[in-house]
């Protein structure tokens, strides 16, 4: 059975395509007979490719495999335990893990949390809103959030933009709905803010700023907290965005691609860049700042590395629905 196994996983990379498909049909026909011999593919040292291939064949076994799954959790061999795990919760989530794994992970979570810092939000590209650090209980509260579960930086940043961040389910009138999960960063000083406001958080959540609208959750942010703004960063079309809004209503923005492209009056930060432009950066600076990074730098907080002694307290994940705890997303997660 090994030596056939591993005959089928190398034809997942034939060039024919009936070959391909014929040897992924056999796997999965397996069921959970194949678990113990695919699970070694999903080692770091085997090629991206074949990695990928055994992904998608226990994506197709799904549930049928969870019960073996977690009998090596429980029984081994030893050597597989840490791939079971990781498949327990790309395949369910951390529902489909016992409870001593789901508190096996909670601790590893606390004392990672220890050692994280200095942290670092990657800044290639996103979105994210930003809100003052001392009103988190206010932005849940505004933003309907739930089951709020302290995570690593790097976990949230993965749960928020690479993993599945939203998920469809039935309500109790039995009508679909879409619940979402968000990142709450910790909590960042920025001294050269302008503002009276010198520590911030982030939000980030890709699919929940994106379908929910981060201009109006922007609104709807700082009519609990005061303030909030909205940031974009979209190196594919080559556009930015970034937003101000005060008690419940916008006060200045700028985009890429907006008509005009300043909403509201020049902001104190934008006064001094116009004023301070030289021969040339006058036309960048004649309506205001047009750079994201400039302007959330002057105004709260923005992606990078964050120094330790600016970085206070830890990251939360949440979710948008009270029916859908952080457990029932799919995805293993880096801590």
Known sequence: MPEAIDTLVRDLSARDRTVRRTAEDTLVALGAQGVDQLLPYLRDGQPKRVRRDVESLFNRLGDE????????????????????????VNLGGADALDEADRRAVERLVRIKLLEELP?????????????????????????????????TTVMGVAAATQAADSLQFQDSRGETQTAYRVFITPEFENWRAKGQIKNWRMLWGNSFLDELDGFRLARVLS?????????VLDPYNSAENW???????????????????????????????MEEADEDEAEEYAEGVPDTFTAADNLSVHPGPM??????????????????PNSRFKGALPV
């Open 119 to 151: 942290v670092e939000v990657p800044m290639e590209a996103g979105r994210w809103l930003a809100f003052p650090a001392d009103r988190l209980d206010d932005a849940v509260a505004a933003l309907g959030l739930h089951d709020l579960r302290p995570v």
């Open 223 to 231: 009519g609990r907290c005061s303030e909030a703004h909205f940031y």
């Open 65 to 88: 495999a969870l019960p073996r799954l977690r009998e090596i959790r429980r029984e081994g061999p030893g050597q597989l335990r840490g791939k079971a795990l990781e498949m327990l």
């Open 243 to 273: 937003y101000v809004a005060r008690d419940g209503h916008v006060v200045r923005s700028y985009g890429t691609y907006d008509d005009p492209r300043f909403e509201g009056e020049p902001l104190p930060f934008e006064v001094w860049y």
């Open 307 to 324: 120094l330790a002694e600016h970085t206070h307290g830890h990251g939360w994940l949440a979710t948008t629905h009270p029916d859908v």
